[in-house]
């Protein structure tokens, strides 16, 4: 299984498919992002941050400022 696959699997069905549907299947397109970009999608809300946040973290990214 890839690093994206088994992350998306630690976010809920509708952060999943909020991710997919915008086209962000990889770290560096999740660091193109701001956190209020991602929380405007429908199905991703708060609590998927923190967990994005700490992916990103382990591959020395961060979201967008």
Request: aromatic share 4%.
């Amino acid at each position: 299984m890839n690093q994206v696959k088994f992350f998306l699997t630690t976010l809920s069905q509708p952060a999943q498919r909020a991710l997919i549907n915008e086209g962000i299947t990889s770290a560096e397109l999740l660091a193109k992002k701001t956190k209020k970009e991602l929380l405007a999608l429908h199905g991703l809300g708060p609590s998927a941050i923190p967990k994005i946040n700490e992916y990103l973290a382990l591959k020395g990214m961060a979201l967008k400022k």
